[in-house]
């Protein structure tokens, strides 16, 4: 009974083993429609398509620039009318550029005679006095910088020290410097040698 079962199993198993190769036989000689054409036709399609896509992207991309600019448009168009509800001020407060009047006394009493500052008359003036005033500081800064400097190494020389520095006033080598003894003497005044 089990030989049997055995044969029936096996027997099964090659009608279906016989079948799923007949279905793929079949399948490979069934004739290609519409999903595979030949070579030029589907270079045609694939060139299609791909002008299609183009289209569609430079479409989208001339909306979104045209919506960019709209936008911009509203923002700059809503700023102008804020800017016109604004009212303007009138009691604006004016600088005061004169000179402190003990000065003015202080040069008086001296005999001198006392310049009127207006100060800067323009925008223009303005912008450029504080760009010298600014190169002045810089210059100062630097000069004062490049003191400190020397004096730092004249400093750290009498300590015992030589010390280099880069061009932005940083410590690059330390050495120290052998000095000897402070009443050592080579040789002795009476001109024999020191033991």
Do not use: W
Not at 66 to 85: F, G, H, I, W, Y
Not at 131 to 152: D, G, V
């Amino acid at each position: 009974m089990q030989k049997q079962k055995k044969e029936d199993k096996s027997s099964l198993l090659a009608v279906a083993l016989l079948l799923l190769a007949g279905f793929f036989v079949f399948l490979f000689f069934l004739p290609e429609k519409d999903s595979f054409r030949g070579e030029n036709g589907g270079v045609t399609q694939s060139k299609q398509f791909e002008e299609r896509v183009n289209r569609h992207l430079f479409k989208t991309s001339q909306d979104m620039q045209l919506s960019r600019e709209k936008m911009q448009l509203e923002a700059n168009r809503e700023a102008a009318d804020r800017l016109a509800r604004v009212p303007v001020q009138q009691d604006v407060h004016k600088l005061d550029l004169s000179t402190d009047p003990r000065a003015e006394s202080l040069l008086q009493a001296l005999g001198r005679e006392v310049k009127e500052s207006a100060g800067p008359t323009s925008p223009d003036e303005a912008v450029q006095a504080d760009l010298f005033e600014a190169q002045q500081l810089e210059s100062y800064s630097e000069e004062y910088k490049r003191e400190y400097a020397r004096q730092f190494v004249e400093n750290a020389r009498k300590a015992g020290y030589l010390i280099k520095l880069n061009d932005d006033y940083k410590v690059i080598s330390i050495r120290p410097i052998r000095k000897p003894a402070e009443n050592f003497e080579l040789f002795e005044s009476n001109g024999r040698a020191a033991r």
